[in-house]
């Protein structure tokens, strides 16, 4: 494989030792005396340096101490965070059954439970489906237990953080075709209810399988799909595919112009994972693996030919930037009261001078900025 698709020897020897610990195999001998700085740059990138460091138990390697202590930390922050999450998870969602709050939990904390072992996934978010008419309620809630809304800038939904403990993402639907993406509300009322819940939603197997295959779009289109993505893909295939309905799935994905795209990673994934070899679309599976390694630098044209939405995405993301850099612009302008008032300590005690004191600054700033200018 690594002669076939011209990997390095890192990117191979990563891809063989996942393989090894998803399946429960040895590592390959070959795969032992490898550059394991390279590696874990290389596993840290694409969010799967906890999972290697489980193929490092009782294995002898030329690993230096240093590199082992790196592995070894961020097995040990899945870990924990895993059983914090887990315990947070439990209390969201409790209190937002009580205040009749519609919900369906997704990302990495649903997918962890598809692993061979839990922690070899890396939980660092709670991602919650939410309805947006219930945004100012749920709000209200989250501030009640402790969560403040994060100014840090999110493409889709709203992130919240509580101290450096946890962080919780609100998401709304995406709903995707090859040509172009849209955003859409729909009613969680109308999904079914896990046991024992009023409030709090779940697919069936097909359309969260559906579903996920989009969000992996949403990922590759973006060039912000790695290893760790196809990953979760493939232990939830794995597990459940077979009792998927795949007429069902196949007529969806059909719909929505990603039927071709699904293949494909389906494909890549039993390539990375299971050992298979391509024997038809070489190049393709060449220029995928190329994308996702290197985060949508190389690989992209031949991946624009079976998904358009590239392209798309593309012209959003230059859209994006520019609405990106006019928050900052304005934000610089115009910081938080907080900060203004540790500047200036009479807002304390006259917020109302706020607007007033915005301009002062900028004044101050600007004349500060004429002043060296003069003199160079």
């Known amino acids: 494989m690594a002669g076939q698709y011209g990997r390095t020897i890192e990117v191979e ?11 429960g195999n040895e590592v390959p001998q070959k795969v032992r005396s490898v550059d394991w700085d390279q590696i874990y740059k ?78 070899m996934q890396m939980l660092s978010a709670i991602e919650i489906f939410i ?37 919780i993402i609100l998401r709304n639907y995406a709903k995707i075709t090859g040509k ?29 399988y559906v579903h996920l295959i989009q969000e992996l779009v949403d990922y590759y289109a973006e060039g912000e799909i790695n290893v760790r993505h196809v990953l979760d893909y493939w232990n939830y295939y794995k ?7 795949w007429n069902y799935i196949e007529e969806e994905l059909n719909k929505l112009q990603l039927l071709k795209f699904a293949t494909y990673i389906r494909q890549l994934a039993h390539i990375w994972f299971d050992g298979q070899i391509a024997t038809e679309d070489q190049e393709i599976y060449y220029n995928m693996e190329q994308y996702i390694l290197t985060k949508g630098a190389n690989g992209r044209e031949i991946s624009k030919e079976f998904l358009p939405l590239i392209q798309v995405e593309e012209k959003k993301e ?3 930037e520019r609405k990106k850099r006019r928050k900052e612009r304005h934000q610089w302008k115009f910081p938080r009261k907080e900060y203004m008032k ?4 009479i807002l304390n005690k006259y917020p109302m001078l706020l607007p007033i004191f915005w301009l002062y600054r ?5 004349g500060k900025q004429k002043k060296n200018d003069e003199k160079s």
Not at 342 to 345: D, I
Not at 362 to 366: A, C, G, H, R, V
């Open 131 to 167: 309805e947006e008419e219930q945004l100012e309620e749920i709000e209200f809630l989250l501030e009640r237990i402790g969560y403040e809304k994060s100014e840090e800038i999110v493409r889709i939904g709203y992130k919240y953080k509580k101290g450096s403990d946890s962080t």
């Open 362 to 366: 900028l004044y101050f700033i600007y």
């Open 42 to 119: 290389l596993a840290d990138y694409h969010k799967v340096a906890n999972l290697i460091y489980l193929a490092l138990i009782g294995m002898e390697t030329t690993i230096s101490e240093k590199t082992h202590e790196k592995f070894f930390a961020r097995y040990q922050e899945s870990f924990l965070s895993g059983e914090k999450y887990e315990r947070e998870v439990e209390r969201i969602m409790l209190a937002f059954d009580r205040n009749e709050i519609h919900c369906m939990l997704f990302g990495a904390y649903i997918m962890r439970s598809y692993y061979p072992i839990k922690e």
């Open 13 to 23: 020897c990563l891809l063989r030792i996942i393989e090894s610990v998803q399946n």
């Open 318 to 320: 230059r859209i994006w």
């Open 239 to 245: 597990e459940v595919s077979d009792t998927l309905n």
């Open 342 to 345: 540790e500047l200036f300590p």
């Open 180 to 208: 172009k993406k849209k955003y859409k509300k729909k009613l969680l009322s109308k999904v079914p209810t896990v046991i024992g819940h009023s409030y709090i939603h779940q697919w069936d197997r097909n359309a969260f």
